[in-house]
């Protein structure tokens, strides 16, 4: 069994910054591919970016060059470092690793961004 621990989410004024934790617990491998997402209220879940094995990642759109996404494989987590926010970012964040034995979420963590 695998769990996803995220941390981080609160309130932030546009401009700020704000760092999700996503911890991995179970049968992982430290690399494993893992995505953020974000759901805000009344709205689809939306890919925000992931990381790949070979630890590059990739962008929304919408978040390209504001966020970051990393990993710290010593501790398995993999963090998104969220600057510049906008009120437009305000969401429940996920992430959502892929493991050797299936995918997973975590449970979510609100983002919310006040103008």
């Known amino acids: 069994q695998v769990q996803l621990v995220e941390s981080g989410g609160g309130l932030v004024q546009a401009g700020g910054s704000l760092r999700l934790s996503c911890a991995a617990s179970?049968?992982?491998?430290?690399?494993?591919?893992t995505g953020w997402y974000r759901q805000a209220a009344g709205r689809e879940r939306e890919w925000a970016g992931h990381i790949n094995r070979d630890g590059s990642a990739d962008y929304a759109d919408s978040v390209k060059g504001r966020f970051t996404i990393s990993r710290d494989n010593a501790k398995n987590t993999v963090y998104l470092q969220m600057n510049s926010l906008k009120p437009e970012d305000t969401a429940i964040y996920y992430c959502?690793?892929?493991?050797?034995?299936?995918?997973?979420w975590g449970q979510g963590t609100q983002v919310t961004v006040g103008s």
């Open positions: 959502h690793r892929i493991t050797p034995t299936g995918d997973y």
């Open positions: 179970g049968s992982i491998s430290s690399i494993d591919p």
